[in-house]
């Protein structure tokens, strides 16, 4: 017999937390809430997922498994190496078997979704090349809860936290619409109940319910996903380095590890356009030193094309501790 079945993303940030509330406020039925651990939040997001999922609602925490993705890339290193694989006509670039010994000794599963992600493309995501959200959000949603579902002849609505004022794009967005139907009956819909919200409309809901929104909304953050986000702006760059300086150093060993299973030898976690080089310079030349996450943040605290260093966006802890900052305005 087919059912209906509403499935609430969580990412442990304001949209999806007043999501959730609205499914439970109004009754859903079969209500799933699921949380897709890229490996890439904050330790205090996962905190926070532990607090709705006492306070709120059980949550189910689902990842990407990239354990035969690896062993893949492990084969083609090995064929690279011996003289197996010929390149595509027109490709910028070649592998070398000393290259490919190189990767081959690093390409080992870590565990963590967004490493072991960058690890097989041998790169990190970037806002033109976008694969992470997904790779290690709608995939393992769609794989392991929407579609098992769907082959049971289930109708899935898939509740998802989008609103019209943060993007053309989104904007652009119906509030339902029919992604597809299963072999056995089944379908998949996209619903987005609260796409002509705002922001205050979102933490609104949150007071409505005693939810205390995430903490690090009052720590300068503008959103809570990755930390950092490859989106992030120079003010929430500031942030991180100034309140959480351990995250930049655990990116940095990431580019350590992922540029030595690049084909080209080379791995930022911000693409080039991230600082707006105009020298000529290309993301060949990008190295840990000139555009690593570090000489990211440094550029962060310039102005004027980032050659201006800027006295007044370069904040730092207090003696007391980091004071509240909030671009939501949840400190006053």
């Not at 909304?217 to 702006?233: E, F, L, N, S």
């Not at 299973?261 to 060949?284: H, I, N, Q």
């Not at 570090?294 to 550029?299: E, K």
Request: with cysteine.
């Amino acid at each position: 017999m087919s059912t209906t079945h509403n499935i609430v993303s969580v990412s442990g940030g304001k949209d999806s937390t007043a999501l959730l509330l609205l499914a439970i406020e109004r009754g859903a039925e079969n209500l799933q809430a699921v949380f897709a651990d890229t490996g890439h939040e904050h330790p205090q997001t996962y905190e926070y997922i532990q607090y709705l999922n006492d306070k709120v609602f059980p949550i189910r925490t689902i990842k990407a498994d990239y354990t035969e993705a690896i062993e893949n890339r492990r084969r083609f290193m090995e064929r690279v190496i011996a003289g197996e694989h010929k390149e595509r006509a027109g490709s910028r670039h070649t592998w070398t078997p000393e290259v490919a010994t190189q990767a081959l000794e690093y390409l080992k599963p870590t565990g963590n979704p967004f490493l072991d992600m960058c690890l097989v493309h041998g790169r990190f995501p970037s806002t033109r090349v976008r694969f992470c959200s997904e790779e290690l959000k709608r995939n393992p949603l769609l794989e392991q809860v929407h579609m098992p579902l769907m082959e049971a002849g289930h109708v899935v609505i898939s509740w998802q936290g989008v609103r019209a004022d943060e993007s053309r794009s989104r904007a652009a967005l119906p509030e339902r619409d029919l992604v597809g139907g299963g072999a056995d009956g089944g379908e998949l819909w996209n619903y987005r109940p609260i796409l002509q919200w705002n922001v205050e409309q979102v933490f609104a809901m949150h007071d409505k319910h005693g939810v205390a929104p995430n903490p690090l909304y009052k720590q300068g953050m503008g959103r809570v996903g990755c930390m950092p986000c490859i989106h992030a702006t120079k003010n929430e760059l500031l942030e991180v380095a100034n309140r959480f300086p351990e995250e930049l150093e655990r990116v940095a060993r990431w580019e350590s590890l992922v540029m030595k299973v690049s084909k080209t030898e080379t791995a930022t976690f911000f693409a080039m356009d991230k600082t707006g080089w105009k020298d000529g310079r290309t993301a060949l030349d990008a190295t840990p030193e000139n555009h690593g996450i570090h000489a990211v943040v440094q550029w962060a605290k310039t102005s004027r094309g980032g050659k201006q260093f800027d006295f007044f966006r370069v904040g730092g802890e207090q003696e007391e501790g980091p004071l509240c900052s909030s671009i939501y305005g949840l400190c006053e």
